[in-house]
């Protein structure tokens, strides 16, 4: 079992709908990161958090420490927003650097 | 544009070749990173510079020499790869290696024949 779970692993949506990717994690975290991977590769940061909810343009990331959980909501959805978006949370541990452990992602297709 | 810079886009490269990965950040900051990324599996980390020292090793095959000459530029070697050594292979750099923000290059799709 990953230490990063997503749900769900895809998601097919019509434009304008409003979009939710949970993202779990079993170990204590300093940060959470919510990523956008778009076809060909590249990869770009969407939030950075740590407690409550952080908000730009139509997007959203909410997190609960205490559940260990984060939600990235998409209000009003648009084909650009297909991608795949993925949760990495930063362990609290000492050691190898608070690397990023990721999760497996959830890919999103918004149709016209 | 995220800031961080990674060349080739896509390398095909024989299983007796000798490659090198680049990438590049002028943000400023002090830890870069090389992340593999392959079909359907999280993505990976593999390196780990801070302030041009390499920080973690998470036990990568030697084929893959990570080179770190300043803080600006980190190199991939690659040198008698395996067809299961295709993937994505991405770059990041952030502020320090304690979990700030990171950045992410566009990656480099490596194909193994």
């Known amino acids: 079992k990953n230490e990063v779970e997503q749900s769900p692993q895809n998601l097919t949506a019509q434009e304008g709908e409003f979009i939710t990717i949970n993202c779990s994690y079993s170990v204590g975290i300093s940060a959470l990161h919510w990523l956008q991977q778009h076809p060909g590769g590249g990869i770009v940061s969407l939030f950075m958090?740590?407690?409550g909810k952080k908000k730009h343009g139509r997007l959203i990331a909410t997190i609960n420490i205490q559940e260990k959980h984060s939600s990235l909501h998409i209000t009003a959805s648009h084909p650009r927003d297909s991608a795949v978006y993925i949760c990495a949370v930063i362990g609290r541990g000492k050691s190898s650097g608070d690397k990023l452990t990721f999760g497996t992602g959830t890919r999103l297709a918004v149709r016209p | 544009e995220t800031g961080v810079t990674q060349t080739p886009r896509h390398l095909v490269m024989g299983m007796t070749n000798k490659k090198s990965l680049k990438c590049e950040q002028h943000?400023?900051?002090?830890?870069m990173y090389w992340y593999k990324q392959s079909a359907k599996k999280p993505l990976e980390l593999m390196f780990v510079?801070?302030?041009?020292?390499?920080?973690e090793n998470n036990s990568v095959p030697s084929r893959f020499s990570p080179e770190c000459p300043n803080s600006s530029h980190l190199f991939l070697h690659l040198h008698t790869l395996q067809p299961e050594d295709s993937a994505l292979y991405l770059c990041?750099?952030?502020?320090?290696?304690?979990?700030?923000?990171?950045?992410f290059g566009q990656g480099t799709r490596l194909t193994v024949v």
């Open positions: 958090l740590s407690s």
């Open positions: 990041a750099s952030s502020q320090d290696w304690a979990g700030g923000e990171a950045f």
């Open positions: 510079y801070n302030f041009k020292e390499q920080t």
């Open positions: 943000l400023g900051h002090n830890a």
